[in-house]
């Protein structure tokens, strides 16, 4: 007798043993645990490789006595934002009257160049301002650019005199600046100790702080100086160098 393709599928089918409900239950809880287990050990995976996070966090405050001319400086002080002098003409740069890109000095961190790139906006006050980060390029050495995107920063500088002695012959005049920097760890800096990476960042910010504020404390004296003596030009004094 020939054997057909149609019989020999008929007799192969009807003789494999169906699977029973229970057993269908047991092999789709099975199937659920395993997807869930996979989905698990992914994101556990994830977050062993995602690189560690190194913060750096600087504070300074600056105070200078200003000897008062014919224009008080709480005058001063109260000017419009859109009244401001650049102060350094080589390293401050006008967007529009209420913000500013500001190119900070390059420096080393573990010998690689870096030089950030600040986008500023100020806030007027009263007796002052507060000039706040609105966003941070960073220009230098390759590995230095590669980071633009894998890190966050805040700044915050709070300019004011001391509204008390405002009839005083000497005024107190006063910055008070804060910045925080949260940094993915590049991979070749890995086997570098996080506290070390930490510790001298913050050893950074600290020493550019130290190097700005004093300059930047003596370039707004040397401005009101010449505003209050009749200077309306609100050229830039500054030189670019430190």
Do not use: H
Not at 56 to 66: G, L, Q
Not at 109 to 132: A, D, H, S, T, Y
Not at 186 to 197: D, E, R, S, V
């Amino acid at each position: 007798m020939a054997l057909g393709y149609s019989s020999f599928t008929s007799t192969r089918l009807t003789s494999l043993p169906f699977p029973s409900e229970k057993a269908i239950k047991t092999w789709k809880n099975r199937l659920y645990l395993s997807t869930a287990s996979f989905k698990l050990l992914c994101v556990q995976a994830s977050a062993t490789n995602s690189p560690p996070k190194a913060r750096f966090v600087a504070r300074r405050k600056e105070s200078i006595s200003v000897r008062q001319l014919k224009r008080p400086l709480i005058e001063y002080m109260s000017l419009p934002a859109s009244q401001y002098s650049v102060l350094d003409a080589e390293r401050i740069e006008r967007i529009d009257d209420n913000t500013f890109r500001c190119y900070v000095y390059r420096f080393k961190f573990f010998n690689f160049e870096v030089c950030p790139v600040l986008l500023v906006r100020v806030e007027e006050q009263p007796n002052g301002c507060c000039i706040k980060l609105l966003s941070c390029k960073l220009e230098g050495s390759p590995i230095v650019v590669a980071q633009n995107d894998k890190f966050d920063a805040s700044m915050v500088n709070q300019i004011s005199c001391d509204t008390n002695q405002s009839d005083s012959l000497l005024q107190e005049l006063t910055s008070d600046a804060v910045i925080e920097v949260s940094i993915d760890v590049p991979f070749a800096f890995i086997p570098i100790p996080l506290g070390m990476i930490e510790s001298t960042g913050t050893q950074v910010l600290e020493q550019i702080l130290g190097l700005m504020l004093p300059r930047f404390m003596a370039q707004l004296v040397k401005d009101y100086q010449a505003w209050a003596s009749g200077d309306t030009s609100r050229q830039p004094l500054g030189t670019g160098e430190i």
